[in-house]
């Protein structure tokens, strides 16, 4: 799914990027990417060619693992960082990191007089500011920024509707207040408040708010003599015009030794949380239960809402419950979980419920590099479809676990799709014990899963698809 050009420039990195990883030639041909893409006699985005070729190269810094405040030498090529992140040990942080260069390119939000500016009598703008922030001395309202205090009063005031406020992107989507621009003009993320939602990146039409990657060391282990087993997220069956089995068999080819789908987890927590529904709720009308599959929600709960923590169920996401039986059988392997946000990511991270994650653009990229065509994998279709598919999209978590009630008598159910200002609000009245349900599945992306801030389908055209390999016919 393309919201905006970023995008194209992001997984054309991630594919270039790929290419030279798989091949394993000269590291220092992915110091010649930025100068590919962005050759001397085109046309360039900013001021020179020069500053986008160093937005891209601090892009590509994001996708080898680094955050821009790595850096310590300006001239260390990328390389070098290929290098480092090959030696690194561990698991790193899923922190996003802002790319400064391109960041600057986006004003801070202020109020701005169009050119519907009538320059009439009235001036009610001039008259209602209370900081004498506008004149009239080129004969039509200015704003003086340095005096404006951006209270609004001057758009809601004039009759032409011809002020406008012009937002920050990634300020206006976050659900928390948890990303700004400083006085440098260069937003910080606030890690502490952040609930890893991915909506600012999602927003940014720079393409500057970008999350660190593992492809590195995924190569790596691919090369390597390791077992790797993905662990597949139920919504990845939504984003190619594949069958779940050519989706598998390309996974496959790009050297993993086995993939387990993490619906078989799914199952797992739907029947714990029925019977926790059962036991715990149903029945007691001063009770109430929030669903615990989104990371994103957990985290809202954690840093925003400590109120609602009695109400979060204990059972633990399909992932954990995957990554547990996949332990146990196959100890030695390495784990790679294939994610469609960056919350999903964040729960690998602090959770260490598997080694390494991808996320779906970077899968795409991966296939792209290798020029595997999943549509063109000859491979027989299973008669029997996994129904904890629907894990995947808003209205699925429920669907599952009322199969396993032993009754929905006293059930009264709700959905909360997306962290809208409408659905916090509901939140913090349930958090005071305000709401009118007793079951609430909440899922951080609108749509659910399958409108994950890393997927590349349309949501619309991924919940068909999963409908029709999660049903038996």
Not at 174 to 202: M, Q, T, W, Y
Not at 318 to 341: D, R
Not at 360 to 377: D, R, T
Not at 447 to 462: E, F
Request: charged content about 25%; glycine content about 4%.
């Amino acid at each position: 799914m393309i919201k905006n050009n970023a995008m194209f420039i992001r997984r054309e990195l991630l594919t270039r990027l790929c290419s030279q990883l798989q091949d394993g030639g000269s590291r220092e041909l992915i110091d010649r990417i930025p100068l590919e893409m962005k050759p001397r006699n085109n046309s360039h985005i900013r001021c020179c060619v020069h500053k986008d070729r160093a937005v891209l190269k601090y892009k590509l810094m994001a996708c080898l693992g680094f955050s821009i405040e790595d850096e310590t030498d300006e001239l260390t090529p990328l390389s070098e960082y290929v290098k480092i992140a090959e030696e690194k040990q561990g698991i790193s942080d899923v922190r996003l990191t802002v790319v400064d260069e391109a960041c600057l390119s986006c004003s801070p939000g202020n109020y701005v007089v169009t050119n519907m500016c009538q320059s009439c009598d009235g001036r009610p703008c001039q008259v209602n500011c209370p900081k004498d922030a506008i004149n009239f001395s080129s004969g039509r309202a200015q704003i003086d920024t340095d005096d404006c205090v951006n209270c609004g009063l001057c758009m809601n005031y004039c009759p032409f509707h011809a002020i406008i406020f012009t937002p920050v992107p990634c300020e206006a989507v976050c659900p928390v207040d948890a990303i700004s621009k400083d006085k440098n003009g260069i937003a910080n993320i606030n890690h502490d408040l952040c609930v890893f939602c991915g909506r600012c990146f999602e927003a940014c039409p720079y393409g500057a708010v970008m999350e660190k990657s593992h492809i590195v060391n995924i190569y790596q282990a691919l090369k390597s003599e390791e077992e790797m087993i993905a662990l597949v997220a139920p919504a990845l069956y939504g984003q190619f015009a594949a069958t779940p089995e050519q989706v598998h068999a390309a996974i496959l080819q790009l050297g993993f030794d086995k993939v387990v789908e993490v619906a078989e987890g799914a199952v797992i927590t739907a029947q714990k949380e029925a019977q926790e529904l059962e036991e715990e709720i149903l029945g007691n009308p001063d009770k109430k239960m929030t669903t615990s599959c989104c990371p994103s929600y957990q985290e809202l709960v954690i840093k925003h809402l400590p109120k609602l923590k009695d109400k979060l169920s204990t059972t633990k996401t399909p992932l954990y419950y995957t990554s547990e039986q996949v332990k146990q059988e196959n100890k030695e392997a390495k784990m790679v979980f294939i994610s469609p946000c960056m919350a999903k990511k964040h729960e690998v991270f602090s959770t260490q419920v598997a080694d390494y994650t991808l996320n779906f653009e970077e899968l795409g990229s991966m296939l792209a590099a290798s020029e595997i065509e999943m549509h063109n994998i000859n491979i027989n279709p299973k008669k029997e479809n996994l129904e904890a598919r629907v894990f995947s999209y808003s209205g699925g978590v429920t669907e599952m676990v009322k199969n396993y009630l032993m009754s929905e008598k006293n059930l009264n159910n709700t959905k909360l799709s997306g962290f809208s200002k409408e659905n916090i609000k509901e939140l913090k009245a349930l958090a005071l014990g305000k709401g009118e349900y007793n079951f609430y599945e909440i899922m951080a992306c609108e749509n659910g899963c399958i409108n994950g801030c890393n997927t590349i389908a349309k949501p619309s055209m991924a919940k068909r698809q999963i409908l029709k390999y999660s049903t038996n016919n």
